[in-house]
């Protein structure tokens, strides 16, 4: 069997006690009626386990090249000459905690188990985020007719200001 970055990754992190969940595109393509080609992975972790050193030195002996995105070092930058490119958002707020325990089980044809955003959690993420390619895939979400759970959804749209993109795209 091939490993790939996703696998590598939940190996380090299942390592250190780091519980962890899929976002971004990868996540979106498990929504969308077609998915997207995306050259990253992108998790959100629920912590940093023993501690933000101690996950930089495991990730650097997996061979993962690891660059802070901020001095807070909420978000990392990962680099493996094999696998590519990978991002690691801590959770800091109390929504992204709540996205991770909400966040549902999956099972890969490897037979691995991963965890994967919600679909409103995807949306909210994508509009937080509000590139192009976050707003084409909240599109492609939509298009795809999944029901939505919009007490959730419009509770956290309104936490985060976002719901008039939400109301726009809604109308497309």
Do not use: C
Not at 103 to 122: K, M, N, W
Not at 126 to 140: F, P, V
Not at 143 to 170: M, P, S, V
């Amino acid at each position: 069997m091939e490993r790939n970055a996703l696998d590598a990754l939940a190996e380090t992190l299942e390592s250190l006690a780091i519980r962890w969940v899929l976002i971004g595109a990868l996540a979106a393509n498990r929504y969308r009626a077609s998915p997207r080609l995306t050259q990253d992975v992108d998790l959100l972790l629920a912590d940093t386990g023993a501690g933000l050193d101690s996950l930089e030195a495991a990730l650097t002996r997996a061979g993962w090249s690891v660059r802070r995105a901020s001095a807070e070092g909420d978000l990392l930058r990962l680099q493996h000459a094999e696998f590519g490119t990978a991002d690691l958002l801590i959770a800091g707020t109390d929504y992204q905690h709540q996205a991770l325990q909400r966040s549902r089980r999956e099972r890969l044809s490897t037979g691995a188990d991963i965890r994967v955003l919600t679909v409103e959690d995807v949306i909210i993420h994508k509009l937080i985020a509000g590139r192009s390619q976050d707003i084409a895939d909240i599109e492609a979400i939509v298009a795809g007719g999944i029901a939505l759970d919009t007490r959730y959804l419009d509770k956290w749209l309104e936490f985060w200001a976002l719901k008039d993109g939400w109301n726009g795209l809604q109308r497309r």
